[in-house]
């Protein structure tokens, strides 16, 4: 381990990302991690681009002010609208030798492998949908591919107000999984492209016919990041290990712990940390 090594950072708007930080951690739980939640002014969903690409790249910014040199954007909306940006012009100037990645690279990889009849569905925020950043990926990997993108901006306030479980969610859940196959019949794989989206997963599945495949992209993005490290080893030198997870937030602490703890299905403690 190098002299100045420093944990993983993964950022998101708020709690979504640690949906992403939980497969991540099954699958590397020698590394230390830095998880940072902008709550305060979450969600970045309906934000415009260039707000969105401000917010993420102060918290970028912070978290490799904290000794990270890897940040993962475990948030597709950071993800969809800042990442390119930030990866192409300001870390050529913050410090070239630390690296961004994000999370939908990493989903798109694998639709390829999985969809049969080259019809795909997205669900996300409106703000990943407008950016089209998953159709642009997904041409560039696989052109037969056919995307249709499904905008559920009631899906994030559903879980943020913890309603994932109540009737009032089948109604929105149905609706929105209905439009995007009536949208595209042909469809066969979705793509949930929200980090929010894992607590809903039980009632997807209710709604969504057997036939489709529902890709969740938590262990995705955990595989592609283990590989990451395989491939950079001089990366993988600059992580601490030792298994610490510390947890900051810029909104008040306890709000956080008390909501953060059925997105990791643990206990945990945060600190509040102005960007
Ligand atoms: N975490 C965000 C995402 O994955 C959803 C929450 C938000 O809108 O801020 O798109």
Redesign the pocket.
């Known amino acids: 381990m190098e002299k100045d090594a420093g944990p993983i950072g993964v950022f ?3 709690y ?2 640690l949906t992403i930080l939980r497969q991540i951690r099954k699958m590397m739980p020698q590394y230390d991690f830095l998880y940072l939640g902008d709550n305060a002014r ?4 309906t934000r415009s681009f260039d707000v969105v690409y401000e917010f993420t790249l102060q918290a970028v910014r912070y978290l490799f002010g904290q000794g990270c040199h890897l940040v993962i954007l475990a ?3 950071a993800s969809a609208k800042a990442l390119r940006s930030i990866q192409q012009n300001d870390l050529p100037k913050i410090d070239p030798q630390r690296r961004v990645l994000g999370v939908i690279r990493p989903t798109v990889e694998v639709v390829g492998n999985i969809s049969k009849s080259r019809h795909v569905g997205i669900m ?2 409106p703000g ?1 949908i407008r950016s089209r950043t998953y159709e642009l990926e997904i041409a560039k990997l696989n052109p037969d591919i056919q995307v249709t993108g499904e905008a559920c901006p009631m899906w ?1 306030p559903l879980v943020e107000n913890e309603e994932y479980d109540s009737p009032g969610a089948d109604y929105f859940v149905r609706q929105r999984i209905e439009n995007l196959l009536h949208r595209d019949p042909l469809i066969d794989s979705v793509i949930l492209g ?3 989206y894992p607590l809903l997963l039980g009632k997807i599945r209710q709604y969504m016919p057997k036939d489709v495949t529902v890709i969740e992209q938590g262990s995705y993005v955990a595989q592609s990041l283990q590989n990451y490290l395989y491939r950079h080893p001089d990366m993988a030198e600059r992580i601490t290990t030792g298994g610490a997870t510390r947890f900051l937030t810029t909104e008040q602490a306890e709000a956080f712990e008390a909501k953060a703890t059925v997105f990791m299905g643990e206990q945990l403690k945060a600190e509040r940390v102005q960007l």
């Not at 979450?42 to 969903?45: I, L, N, V």
């Open positions: 998101d708007s708020g979504g990302g979450a969600p970045y969903g948030c597709n909306t996300a925020t990943t994030v929200c980090t929010h």
